[in-house]
């Protein structure tokens, strides 16, 4: 555990030494108040539930390039080499650079708090949806951040590595948009595999163990993924 706390740290401090955290972290918080103040009066009522519509599809692009260079720039740079022949596994440098990439991700949800804290002093808000839909955002975050970094573990190119992250988190996200044009059970199936279609309900207020499970699912299996990928490099 000491391992991956000093990976993760060093991970979480590396982030602030460059500009990508910054720029990802304002282009966030613009856009989401952009869209969210844009859209809120014209709905009438005190909710934060928009703010979480837009949050959700606003992450969904802006996390793969907190990710692409997890592993794929310490490939180019040689340093995965040096890291890998220390005393730590394959899968504490996975879950190491995964803590630290979630810590960032942490900060960056904390910030947005001050969305509802405001939407709260124009009436009466009701916080159970907003904890609920923090909770979601942290499961399909964590399930992005995970595809992410499974990305970084297959290249040494940071942006091939956003390409593919980014291809694979718009697709799961809009999987359920595509239903009308489905027959009944393949529908059903791409409904499921939809991460809009879990996170929603969360938006709503329902925390459905299913959901959470869907969620805790991809991220344990895109971490599997990284694993057998890092794992790999030392035999070949």
């Known amino acids: 555990m000491k391992h991956i706390l000093t990976i993760g740290a060093r991970q979480f401090r590396s982030y602030f030494n460059g500009p990508v955290a910054y720029i990802v972290i304002c282009i966030v918080m613009l856009t989401l108040g952009f869209f969210f103040w844009k859209t809120f009066f014209l709905f009438g009522r005190t909710s934060a539930r928009e703010m979480f519509r837009w949050l959700g599809l606003i992450l969904v692009f802006a996390l793969p390039a907190l990710t692409m260079g997890l592993l794929a720039e310490e490939k180019r740079t040689g340093t995965?080499?040096?890291?890998?022949?220390?005393?730590?596994?394959?899968?504490?440098?996975?879950?190491?650079?995964?803590?630290?990439?979630?810590?960032?991700?942490?900060?960056?949800?904390?910030?947005?708090?001050?969305?509802?804290?405001?939407?709260?002093?124009?009436?009466?808000?009701?916080?159970?949806?907003?904890?609920?839909?923090?909770?979601?955002?942290?499961?399909?975050?964590?399930?992005?951040?995970?595809?992410?970094?499974?990305?970084?573990?297959?290249?040494?190119?940071?942006?091939?590595?956003?390409?593919?992250?980014?291809?694979?988190?718009?697709?799961?996200?809009?999987?359920?948009?595509?239903?009308?044009?489905?027959?009944?059970?393949?529908?059903?199936?791409?409904?499921?595999?939809?991460?809009?279609?879990?996170?929603?309900?969360?938006?709503?207020?329902?925390?459905?163990?299913r959901d959470v499970l869907f969620f805790v699912s991809v991220t344990a299996f895109a971490l599997a993924l990284a694993f057998r990928a890092l794992e790999s490099r030392r035999w070949s």
Do not use: C
């Not at 960056?108 to 009466?124: E, M, N, Q, R």
């Not at 948009?177 to 791409?190: G, Q």
């Open 80 to 209: 995965i080499e040096l890291l890998i022949t220390m005393p730590v596994t394959e899968a504490q440098v996975i879950l190491g650079k995964f803590l630290g990439v979630f810590g960032l991700y942490a900060v960056l949800l904390a910030l947005t708090i001050f969305y509802p804290i405001s939407v709260s002093t124009l009436g009466h808000l009701d916080w159970g949806p907003v904890l609920s839909g923090y909770v979601g955002l942290l499961l399909q975050g964590s399930a992005i951040l995970a595809i992410g970094l499974m990305a970084s573990s297959w290249t040494d190119n940071q942006l091939i590595a956003l390409f593919v992250a980014l291809t694979l988190s718009v697709s799961f996200w809009v999987l359920d948009k595509f239903l009308p044009l489905l027959p009944t059970n393949a529908a059903s199936v791409l409904e499921w595999l939809s991460f809009d279609y879990h996170f929603q309900s969360m938006a709503r207020g329902v925390i459905d163990l």
